[in-house]
């Protein structure tokens, strides 16, 4: 048991899941110009939870509407063809690593007007079971660290093309289990705006649609796990974009593509002085003095406008924290698909860089999705990839045409 919880906790490190501020000493370590990875507390708000999405490279604010659209762009449900949708996914998560941990979403979405839809998901992320030990390596129980967010959506249209929409979220992490004198359970509140265009468009004889998403999702307060509020981390609030160009082929085949541009909207961490024995500077306020970068000791708010002109590398870092997702996605006869996608991310700022692949099959009211993930790069020694072999499943049950007379037809 104690080999699994140090094998957990090292995973957790290799995908940025413990913030550097979460120190037992509270002391900053710096970080340096060849890998300075931005890190946040509740990292598995960014982990896209549908096999659609993942299947296409983790893309999905352009993408057309479904129930998982909370997650992505919440302005896109305002365009949902369907009255009533209910989807459940699951992704076994590291499994490489760890044989129980895991990831589940729920998402409902309702329309209650032509011109407005309400929404509601709730994200669950389990570590499994972990045996904690003290620093003599004392035993102190076996424990079930989770976290959680629940959140509600009102997306409206604003036009025969156009949407937006705003969302309130709250999110609990409960990681520490209590074990310690000073730890406790962590929350906070956030929100998501977000907006969304799509409109027809025709090339000679095939016509399709072209759309657009911004959307900039947890915004909210900071986190601590300790119970003097000493040490607070930023949650991962995130700015989205990108476009999408659907063409329908014809009566039977569409293909569509699509684009995201990502970026965590929080404080790069700073580059700290050290004196000739290599030992951090105290800048007599209780911190150390920064070489290059700014402090990341900020608000919530200036955080997020910091983020875009604070790394310690100038323009050309600013540039390395843009990850990159490139999709496509073909559908025969609205009832099976096929999806392939490409994700990067700098090596500086974490090195994830892997190829999805997915199929889905749409009949009647019931949608079925499944993805699959292949690193390419980032391999350690022993040939292997924390991400390597992730799947995802959803399911998704869709009434089309909201109004009294509700019939059950085949979904795209």
Same mark, same amino acid.
């Given at each position: ?16 899941? $413990? ?8 002391? &900053? ?65 590291? !499994? ?8 589940? /979403? ?18 669950? *992320? ?5 045996? *904690? ?8 129980? +076996?424990?079930?660290?989770? &976290? ?7 997306? !409206? ?11 309130? =979220?709250?999110? /609990? ?10 730890? =406790? ?7 998501? $705006?977000?907006?969304?265009?799509? =409109? ?33 981390? *930023? ?69 997020? $406008? ?21 999709? +496509?996605? /073909? ?21 994830? !860089? ?7 099959? =749409? ?29 995802? *499943? ?14 059950? &037809?085949?979904?795209?």
């Amino acid at each position: 048991m104690f080999k699994k919880s140090f094998v957990i906790l090292m995973s957790l490190l290799m995908m940025g899941f $413990i913030a550097k501020a979460q120190i037992n000493s509270g002391e &900053e370590t710096g970080q340096d110009l060849e890998y300075n990875v931005i890190s946040t507390a509740v990292p598995f708000m960014i982990i896209a939870p549908d096999a659609r999405s993942a299947g296409m490279g983790d893309l999905g604010v352009s993408t057309s509407p479904d129930v998982y659209s909370m997650h992505w762009n919440a302005a896109k449900y305002a365009f949902i063809e369907d009255d009533f949708s209910v989807g459940l996914a699951y992704s076994p998560w590291l !499994r490489k690593l760890v044989p129980d941990m895991n990831i589940a /979403y729920l998402a409902v979405s309702k329309r209650v007007s032509s011109k407005s839809t309400i929404a509601g998901s709730l994200k669950y *992320f389990s570590l499994g079971e972990i045996n *904690f030990r003290g620093e003599a390596n004392e035993d102190l129980g +076996t424990y079930s660290p989770n &976290e959680f967010a629940v959140d509600l959506c009102y997306s !409206r249209k604003l036009g025969d093309y156009l949407s937006a929409a705003v969302a309130g =979220r709250f999110i /609990y992490s409960h990681l520490t289990q209590g074990v310690g004198n000073y730890s =406790r359970a962590a929350w906070s509140v956030a929100a998501d $705006i977000g907006v969304y265009y799509q =409109r027809p468009v025709n090339f000679n004889t095939i016509d399709g649609e072209f759309s657009w998403g911004v959307a900039i999702t947890n915004m909210g307060s900071k986190m601590s796990y300790t119970v003097a509020n000493s040490r607070t981390d *930023f949650i991962p609030t995130n700015l989205r974009l990108g476009p999408s160009l659907k063409l329908n082929i014809d009566d039977f085949n569409s293909l569509a593509f699509s684009v995201d541009i990502n970026k965590l909207l929080v404080p790069t961490p700073p580059i700290y002085a050290r004196d000739a024995d290599g030992a951090l500077i105290p800048d007599g306020n209780g911190g150390f003095v920064i070489e290059k970068g700014k402090s990341n000791d900020v608000s919530m708010i200036q955080g997020m $406008i910091q983020s875009f002109y604070d790394a310690p590398g100038g323009f050309s870092e600013e540039m390395k924290e843009f990850t990159l997702s490139i999709g +496509t996605e /073909y559908w025969y006869n609205k009832t099976f698909a096929v999806r392939a996608g490409f994700f990067h991310e700098s090596k500086m700022k974490g090195n994830r !860089r892997y190829l999805t692949f997915g199929a889905g099959l =749409r009949y009647n009211v019931f949608a079925l999705d499944v993805s699959y993930l292949v690193p390419v790069n980032n391999r350690s020694n022993s040939g292997t990839n924390p991400l390597e072999g992730t799947l995802r *499943f959803n399911l998704a049950f869709n009434i089309n045409k909201w109004g009294e007379n509700t019939k059950l &037809e085949r979904v795209d």
